[in-house]
Structures are given as structure tokens and as C-alpha cells.
């Protein structure tokens, strides 16, 4: 991951209920890290991401996304890398380790797809990172995955990576701003989408 996006604002869009009637078209003005199908409500992302391979070959790598289409590799299954490049997707190694990566070719995961896009947007030397649908509780706004992709989602183990990291943030001077009113996500301030672009 390049330093494109140096001392900029990028904005995550994740999965919540707090995106079900959200207006994001604000969110032209800022480089977005989609996270998995909210490239339906951000489709001028400039970058889609998810972890799953299942997730990707279920949606056929989503060939009506304009932008660049990134996944992670920790080495199982094997051959997904090389399944995911034949997909046209940029893949980046991660690790399941605390807190962020700051290794330009390595990802920490998390233990979800909104985590490791956090971790893409500092390594794209963001300093401002603004969550959206981070709410770690309920339902996705567009409902169930098919029932082939359903997994569980242990939203609390997902919420302590995120406040795990929130220290080496700030000492690496990212600011991360929470946009969801009804996030369980403890460790960043809190402001509507409107306050955080201002």
C-alpha cells in the first residue's frame, strides 16, 4: 500500500443498521474504503475491500466496481492468492496480531473486514479516519448474506480490536473519528458524518 492518501481524511463504510437510510454522498469529497456489499452505498469508492474469499467468489469478484478491489492472504486456503489475483484483486498479507500494522506490505486482521480497512487507510498515510456502520451490534443495513456466506459475528471480540488499537493510533497520530451514533466502539470520539467533514 502506497502513501497515496498522506495526511488526508479517508472514510471506512462498513456493514451497521446505522447506514440503512444514511445519505453518503458527502463522502465524494474524501477517499472511502468500501468494506463488502457497501459498495452498494458508496459506489464511487476508490478502493472495495474484503476479507473472504468466499465472499468474493460468491459475488464473482463484483465486476461493476469502478475502483480497485483489494483482499488479505494469510495463507489458507492455500491457493487463494493466487485465486484472488486471477480476480483481478490486490492482495495483502496479513497476521492476526494486536493493534495496527505499519508494514507497507501487512495488514493486522482483527478479526474483521472494517478493522483490516482501518489498517490499509493508515498505511495509506491517512490522518483522519472516519468510521461509518462500525456499529458492532444487529443486523447489516441490507439485511442476512446469503446463507452460504453467514457466519458468526463475534462483534465483541471485533469492537476490542478496534479499542485495542486506538492508543497506537493516536501515538502514530491518526485520528479516528466514530460517524455511527449507535456504535458499541468505545474508544474514538463521536460526531455525525456532517461535523467530521467540516
Not at 498479507?93 to 482501518?118: D, K
Not at 442476512?144 to 488499537?165: I, M, T, V
Request: glycine content about 8%.
Amino acid at each position: 500500500m502506497s502513501r497515496r492518501w498522506l495526511g488526508q481524511t479517508v472514510a471506512i463504510v462498513a456493514s451497521g443498521p446505522s447506514l440503512q437510510n444514511a445519505n453518503l454522498a458527502a463522502l465524494e469529497a474524501v477517499p472511502v474504503i468500501a468494506v463488502n456489499d457497501n459498495w452498494r452505498k458508496v459506489p464511487f469508492a476508490q478502493i472495495l475491500y474484503a476479507a473472504d474469499g468466499p465472499w468474493w467468489q460468491h459475488h464473482k469478484g463484483v465486476p461493476d466496481f469502478a475502483g480497485e478491489r483489494w483482499t488479505q492472504n494469510r495463507g489458507r486456503p492455500r491457493d487463494w492468492a493466487t485465486q484472488a489475483v486471477r480476480m483481478g484483486l490486490t492482495v495483502i498479507r496479513s497476521v492476526n496480531r494486536p493493534g495496527v500494522s505499519t508494514a507497507q506490505n501487512l495488514i493486522h486482521t482483527g478479526g474483521n473486514s472494517a478493522f483490516q480497512a482501518m489498517n490499509l487507510a493508515a498505511l495509506a498515510g491517512a490522518n483522519r479516519i472516519l468510521l461509518l456502520g462500525c456499529d458492532m451490534t444487529g443486523k447489516h443495513w441490507f439485511g442476512d448474506h446469503p446463507k452460504q456466506l453467514r457466519k458468526p459475528s463475534p462483534y465483541g471480540r471485533f469492537r476490542r480490536a478496534f479499542e485495542d488499537a486506538a492508543p497506537q493510533l493516536q501515538q502514530l497520530g491518526v485520528q479516528v473519528i466514530n460517524c455511527s451514533p449507535i456504535s458499541r466502539i468505545q474508544a474514538y470520539p463521536k460526531m455525525t458524518l456532517e461535523e467530521a467533514l467540516q
